[in-house]
């Protein structure tokens, strides 16, 4: 009874032995660099580190650009101040010749002869 019993231990241990034979195998294949997922895994990697850099140049260049935009809107914004001041001084410069505007005209838009 105890050969039967140390020929199952025997036959046991060695089931498992060739199991983590096999399993070795299948894991080395699964994590080898050039086929395996590993290498789909290092991939990857790599294209996450590219798209990492390229997203912070996008921030640092729309930051850039943000930072342009909002200097030429305050230059536009002083333009237009400087414009509506000289359209209402307009309205102190006496008339050309002494001719009254056209009715319904806009007193600032006044069409002069060229002499």
Do not use: W
Not at 20 to 33: E, G, Y
Not at 56 to 72: C, E, F
């Amino acid at each position: 009874m105890e050969m039967i019993a140390d020929i199952l231990l025997v036959a046991g241990a060695l089931g498992a032995g060739f199991y983590c034979f096999i399993l070795a195998r299948r894991l080395t294949r699964f994590t080898d660099l050039e086929n395996g997922v590993g290498g789909a895994v290092a991939v990857l990697s790599a294209q996450v580190d590219d798209l990492t850099k390229t997203l912070h140049a996008a921030q640092a260049t729309a930051g850039d650009s943000s930072k342009s935009l909002q200097d030429l809107t305050g230059r536009a914004e002083d333009v237009a101040r400087r414009l509506e001041l000289l359209v209402a001084s307009m309205h102190d410069l006496p008339q050309a010749n002494g001719a009254a505007p056209a009715e319904g005209a806009d007193p600032v838009f006044v069409r002069h002869s060229r002499n």
